[in-house]
C-alpha cells in the first residue's frame, strides 16, 4: 500500500544556495563551497572563509522521505545535551530552519560507511586500531547510559510511562509513521502484532539511548566523536546492544561477545542477555520502516537499491532473530537457474549505459549517476528470477490461506488478512513464509555462485546461549 506523502520535492540547488546565503549572513563567511557526501541521509561537506581562515563544517539536512519519526531538531537537541554531559560529540555551530539543516564543527576521523550496498562492493573491514577504538566506545556507552534523563526529557525526549513505552515506545513511533504515510506490507502487519503480543515485562531503569548504536568517528585507536543521534531516545539499555548485533557483520564490529563484556564491566550491572535477543528484533523491525517506505518515494535524490537492499536483509534478519527467541525452525532454499530474458537485457543494458555517459556536474557527482546506474543494474539481475520469486511466494500464500491467489498483490492482502486473524500458534508457519519472502530477495541480491561470506546473506548469530556461558564464544 502506497501514499504519495512520502514523496516530498525539493530542489536541491535552491537548498544550497539558501545555505550559502545564511551561512554568509548569519556566520559572516565567504567563498562558500558545498559538496553532498554519500550516504544514506543528505550530509554535507561545506568549506568557507570566516574571519580570513579556511574552515570546514559538517551539515546535516533533512531526508526526502521519512525514514524515522523524529525531527531534525529533536537530534539537534539531543545532541546538545550529551555535549553537555561530557559526551564527545560534534559541536553544533549553527541552525539553518529554511532548508532545516544543522551546521556542526567539521571532525575527523574515519568510520564506516553505513550502506548496505557500499559494504557489499567493498566489504566492512576492523582492524587492530578501530578494535581498541569499539572497546573504547563501550565504555562511553555505558557512561551516556548513565547521564539522567531527565536532562533529555527536559529537551523534548518522551519519557516512558509505562513498560510497554520502555520496552517498546520507540518501535510504536516508528509504526505510527507508516501508518501516517499509508504503507504496510505483510512482514509489518505480522511483526507489528508479534512485538505487541510477546512485549517484555521487565523492570530497568531507563536510559537515554542513541537509537542507532555503533556510530562513531576514529582516528588510530582513539575516538574523535559519537555522531547520528537522530534516533536516540530513553528506553531499556539493552536496546542500544541489540543495535551491534544488528548491524553486525554488515557493517564489521568485530567480537561481539567481548564487546558486549566490555560494555557490562564498565556499566556495572550484568547484562539480560534474553532481552538483548528481544531487542534485536524490535530495532531491526524498526530500521525496516525507513527502506520500506524509501521504495515507494519519488522525491530528488534517495537510493531506490539500497531500499530494497535493506527491506530484504533486515527483515529477514529480524526474523532470524525472533526463530532464535521462539525456537522455530527455518528453511533453507537455493537460487535456482536464472531465466533468459535477452530482450529486457538488451534494453536495461543499454540504459545503464546511457546513465554512465551523463555529464557529471554540482548535482550529479559520480556517486550520484552510480545510483542511478544501480537501477536498472539491480532491475536486469531481478528480471532473471522474476517468475520464480514470484510464483514460490504466492504458492506460499495459496497453500498457508487456502486461497486462489492471481499475483503478489493479491497474495500480500491475503497474507495481511490471515495474520490479523491468527493466534500464537500460527506463528511458525507466518514466520517460515516470510523468510522465505525475503530470502529469495536476498540470495537475488548475492546472485549465483556467491562467496561464503557474502553480506547479504550473513545469517544473524545467535545469543541466546551466552546467557549460560559466562566466558562468550
Not at 9 to 16: F, P, V
Not at 50 to 79: A, I, N, V
Not at 148 to 169: D, K
Not at 258 to 278: M, V
Amino acid at each position: 500500500m502506497h501514499s504519495d506523502r512520502a514523496t516530498v520535492e525539493r530542489d536541491l540547488a535552491l537548498e544550497e544556495q539558501r545555505i550559502t546565503e545564511w551561512l554568509e549572513s548569519e556566520m559572516g563567511c565567504s567563498s562558500v563551497s558545498i559538496q553532498r557526501m554519500h550516504r544514506w541521509r543528505p550530509i554535507m561537506q561545506v568549506d568557507v572563509t570566516r574571519d580570513g581562515k579556511c574552515e570546514r563544517y559538517f551539515l546535516k539536512g533533512e531526508r526526502t522521505w521519512p525514514t524515522h519519526p523524529y525531527s531534525l531538531e529533536y537530534e539537534r537537541d539531543m545532541q546538545k545535551v550529551l555535549g553537555e554531559n561530557g559526551i564527545k560529540v560534534p559541536k553544533i555551530l549553527g541552525w539553518i530552519p529554511d532548508p532545516a539543516t544543522i551546521v556542526m564543527e567539521w571532525v575527523d576521523g574515519a568510520r564506516d560507511a553505513g550502506l548496505i550496498q557500499q559494504a557489499i562492493e567493498n566489504g566492512s573491514e576492523m582492524d587492530d586500531d578501530r578494535w581498541q577504538a569499539s572497546l573504547h566506545y563501550m565504555e562511553i556507552l555505558a557512561q551516556l547510559h548513565k547521564i539522567p534523563v531527565e536532562r533529555f526529557a527536559e529537551a523534548g525526549a518522551e519519557l516512558p510511562a509505562s513498560n510497554e513505552q520502555l520496552v517498546l515506545g520507540n518501535f510504536e513511533r516508528f509504526h505510527a509513521m507508516s501508518e501516517q504515510v499509508g504503507i504496510s506490507d505483510p512482514f509489518i502487519a505480522f511483526m507489528s502484532t508479534w512485538l505487541r503480543r510477546n512485549c517484555l515485562d521487565k523492570q530497568v531503569t531507563p536510559a537515554f539511548l542513541t537509537g542507532d548504536c555503533g556510530q562513531f568517528m576514529s582516528k588510530g585507536p582513539d575516538i574523535t566523536c559519537l555522531m547520528d543521534f537522530e534516533i536516540g531516545h530513553i528506553g531499556d539499555p539493552m536496546r542500544d546492544l541489540a543495535c551491534f548485533r544488528g548491524r553486525h557483520p554488515i557493517e564489521n564490529l568485530g567480537d561481539l561477545p567481548s564487546l558486549f563484556r566490555q560494555y557490562e564491566a564498565a556499566a556495572g550491572n550484568p547484562l539480560d542477555w534474553h532481552a538483548l535477543a528481544f531487542h534485536t528484533a524490535a530495532f531491526l523491525t524498526e530500521a525496516y520502516y525507513g527502506p520500506l517506505i524509501g521504495l515507494h518515494d519519488k522525491g530528488p535524490g534517495g537510493d531506490w537499491v539500497e531500499s530494497y537492499v535493506q527491506v530484504a536483509i533486515i527483515g529477514r534478519r529480524a526474523l532470524e532473530a525472533l526463530a532464535e527467541l521462539k525456537d522455530i525452525q527455518l528453511q533453507e532454499i537455493t537460487l535456482p537457474a536464472a531465466q533468459q530474458t535477452p530482450l529486457e537485457d538488451l534494453a536495461l543494458t543499454r540504459l545503464n549505459e546511457e546513465i554512465m555517459r551523463l555529464p557529471l556536474h554540482a548535482q550529479m557527482q559520480g556517486w550520484q549517476r552510480n545510483i542511478l546506474a544501480s537501477l536498472p543494474q539491480m532491475l536486469l539481475r531481478m528480471g532473471h528470477y522474476k517468475s520464480w520469486r514470484d510464483e514460490a511466494y504466492c504458492q506460499d500464500v495459496r497453500t498457508l490461506t487456502q486461497q486462489n491467489i492471481a499475483g503478489v498483490v493479491d497474495a500480500d492482502s491475503a497474507l495481511m488478512a490471515y495474520i490479523k486473524s491468527a493466534n500464537s500458534a500460527e506463528d511458525p508457519d507466518i514466520v517460515g513464509l516470510l523468510h522465505r519472502k525475503l530470502l529469495r530477495d536476498c540470495l537475488i541480491i548475492a546472485g549465483p555462485k556467491p562467496p561464503v561470506d557474502h553480506i547479504a546473506l550473513a545469517p544473524m548469530e545467535p545469543v541466546l546461549h551466552l546467557a549460560s556461558d559466562r566466558s562468550g564464544s
